[in-house]
């Protein structure tokens, strides 16, 4: 017993010897090392242009007489755009492909592969009857506090104008980017960009192009990028997860509701829709995470420091702590978020049929073709029918890769944009429009170039989005060296 006890021991003295070792190996966070030259920006006039475009009402809502509506307000903001910007409309070519906008600046090395920036137009809709709490009206564009107010300043209007403010300063000096760069900027992406960016990517496939690199909306620059650790990072985002929306159609005995069977649909509908919620998908750390935490642990205090530094001993309470939040947890796993349910026409009246839409955002590991397996196997009920639904679904995208030449360009001049910031890689949970292009370009990245805190991130499609003034210098600067510097 005394060998066992000492044996013991002498494994958890070695244990902790590991962890600690570990822990001081990974360098507190560096110094900042000089600053390039400031790029000067008059974050007021931005403002007052991003201002401008939040209240073009470029509303997506999937069909219907209202695209009408929404195809005015694209129109009047491609010609507010003309006005706005016009030295980078006499530099670049545009085309306009179902109300998307594609403009070419091309380059002096047509040997080059061309990079494409990306933004969309189009914006979600307010949820009727929210509308009174907003601080200020969603679509006034007031700058008011310190911020740009409405719907659509952070998503993705904030992109779209600090990337025509850059190309528009850059085209007025008479710059000529080396690399042709492109731009598309779709009109369609909150319902899936079918109309919009998919048509765009198709037409430039067929004309041959194939992109360097291809950046979108997506990562962000987060203050505080885990508990405790207070100084920001930013993530690009390397990937995003694939999108499948399933239907499941209850069948049962219909009739009178005073005279209730043991066969009634709402009631087998509403087990099926437990039974899925109830069968998770594997949660664990994969690459990208483990990159991130590496890239977070050398800003974090000690004991966060230690734990992110021994994820080969602490990986499942870090999981753990990660599934806790819904944020974070979304990038450990496939996620299952039951958002529709009909059944019924009056309430006397049992159904003979309900259904129920059920959302999936697909992890790298999981497929279309083994989620829908999944689900089929969780309901496991001949009465319940499970089909998959809309041209939307995708499976999760391939992973870019930070360290490539094309990852490193970009690590560059996000650090000389945002005072050294660190650079992590990370995955996206909502779809973007980059998705389109993944067969027609070398690496896909995702970032919006702004600095959020965590409660920020839910005024995105939800009430009192806001984009603070002082970012919008710094995102403008960022987009220019990003075009001055490619080569």
């Not at 719907?151 to 990337?163: E, N, P, Q, T, W």
């Not at 950046?215 to 930013?234: C, H, K, S, T, W």
């Not at 664990?284 to 994820?311: G, H, M, Y």
């Not at 980059?434 to 995105?460: N, T």
């Amino acid at each position: 017993m005394y060998r066992i006890v000492i044996g013991i021991a002498a494994v958890v003295v070695v244990a902790a010897a590991i962890v600690i070792g570990h822990t001081l190996v990974i360098a507190a966070a560096p110094a900042r090392g000089a600053a390039p030259p400031p790029v000067t920006v008059d974050s007021a006039s931005v403002a007052r242009h991003l201002a401008q475009a939040v209240r073009f009402r470029t509303i997506s809502y999937g069909g219907g007489a209202q695209e009408a509506e929404k195809f005015a307000a694209l129109e009047a903001m491609r010609a507010w755009m003309e006005t706005t910007y016009p030295h980078f409309h006499k530099a670049a070519s545009r085309e306009i492909m179902d109300h998307t906008v594609v403009f070419t600046w091309k380059g002096r090395d047509a040997s080059l592969k061309p990079a494409l920036l990306m933004a969309h137009m189009d914006v979600v809709p307010v949820v009727p009857g929210t509308e009174k709490d907003w601080s200020h009206a969603p679509f006034s564009g007031d700058v008011a506090g310190g911020y740009v107010w409405g719907r659509g300043s952070i998503d993705d209007k904030g992109s779209l104008i600090m990337i025509l403010e850059a190309a528009d300063r850059l085209a007025a000096r008479g710059f000529e980017p080396t690399r042709t760069i492109m731009f598309a900027f779709g009109q369609d992406e909150e319902v899936g960009g079918s109309k919009g960016n998919a048509v765009v990517a198709a037409a430039l496939a067929a004309r041959g192009v194939h992109f360097a690199w291809v950046l979108d909306e997506g990562g962000a620059i987060l203050n505080e990028p885990f508990p405790g650790v207070e100084r920001p990072v930013a993530f690009v985002a390397v990937g995003e997860k694939g999108y499948l929306s399933l239907k499941l159609v209850a069948h049962g005995q219909g009739g009178h509701s005073s005279r209730p069977t043991n066969d009634m649909a709402i009631a087998r509908l509403a087990e099926a829709v437990l039974a899925v919620v109830h069968h998770p998908f594997v949660s664990s750390l994969d690459e990208v995470q483990r990159e991130k935490l590496a890239v977070i642990a050398p800003q974090a205090p000690f004991a966060t420091r230690l734990l992110l530094a021994n994820l080969w001993l602490t990986g499942p309470i870090v999981t753990s702590y990660m599934e806790d939040n819904p944020d974070s947890a979304a990038r450990l796993h496939t996620t299952i978020a039951p958002t529709l349910i009909f059944g019924g026409v009056k309430d006397n009246v049992l159904p003979p049929q309900a259904e129920a839409t059920i959302n999936f955002r697909l992890h790298p590991r999981d497929s279309i073709a083994g989620v829908i397996e999944h689900v089929r196997k969780a309901v496991d009920d001949p009465k319940v029918s499970v089909t998959a639904l809309g041209e939307t679904q995708s499976e999760a995208s391939k992973i870019a890769d930070l360290h490539s030449a094309a990852g490193q360009f970009l690590v560059a001049q996000i650090r000389a944009s945002f005072g050294g910031v660190p650079v992590a890689p990370d995955m996206t949970t909502g779809a973007t429009d980059s998705r389109h292009y993944l067969p027609i370009a070398d690496e896909v990245f995702r970032l919006d170039p702004f600095r959020f805190d965590v409660d920020d991130l839910s005024r995105v499609h939800g009430t009192n989005e806001r984009l603070a003034v002082g970012d919008l210098a710094p995102a403008v600067a960022f987009y220019m060296r990003l075009m001055e510097n490619t080569k």
